[in-house]
């Protein structure tokens, strides 16, 4: 349904990307290997935030089509690609910016990246969908645990606010938006934003 919320939420994290993306891509920057795993990363965030601007904004995708119904289900499965795939890239470049052996580099970014295609593959039963996100959550954990080690090690300690803000978008948001009856689409727009800002931040020490 048509939600005026929602659309803000997703309007303002278009606002914010672009703005991260416009200071990756100053010219002295974005050559820079790092930089262009990033921006890809928020290019992705990008375009879910233009597909969620029509998803909460037009009313025909809340229609009983059956291209309203394949609309609403690729941004849910979108929604779900941008909470694991732009770390998976995001952390890919900062290993490559400690010089990181790239046999480890390719391995976490496939760890990262293969879980997207679960719900593809297999039919939607409670069992295998909580095995699914704990698989998942086991990659995400080993991600954020490569940044924060790499960042803390070399002195970048911006790492801390990026690591933080992300465990809350992953692994909090959803518990809070139940105690505190907050729309989850919403608020977890919002928490984008701020690892978009932590993130760039970060990239600006390596």
């Not at 970014?109 to 039919?123: E, N, Q």
């Not at 992300?166 to 984008?192: G, N």
């Amino acid at each position: 349904m048509v939600s005026a919320s929602s659309v803000v939420a997703h309007l303002v994290k278009l606002l914010v990307t672009a703005m991260c993306m416009g200071h990756l891509a100053e010219p002295y920057r974005v050559k820079a290997l790092p930089i262009t795993w990033s921006l890809r990363a928020f290019r992705i965030l990008f375009m879910h935030s233009i597909l969620g601007i029509f998803r909460f904004g037009v009313p025909f995708t809340s229609s009983s089509t059956p291209t309203a119904r394949c609309f609403r289900s690729f941004y849910d499965w979108f929604s779900s690609v941008i909470e694991i795939v732009p770390l998976a890239l995001l952390t890919s470049g900062i290993l490559s910016a400690y010089q990181i052996d790239e046999k480890i580099r390719t391995l976490l970014l496939f760890l990262g990246t293969i879980p997207v295609f679960f719900p593809l593959a297999i039919k939607q039963k409670e069992s295998q969908i909580r095995k699914l996100r704990f698989l998942t959550n086991i990659t995400i954990v080993l991600q954020i645990l490569a940044i924060m080690i790499l960042g803390l090690k070399n002195g970048n300690y911006n790492v801390i606010s990026l690591v933080a803000s992300y465990t809350f978008e992953r692994f909090f948001v959803e518990e809070f938006c139940y105690r505190y009856s907050i729309p989850y689409t919403d608020l977890m727009q919002y928490c984008i934003c701020f690892v978009e800002v932590f993130t760039v931040s970060t990239l600006k020490e390596l």
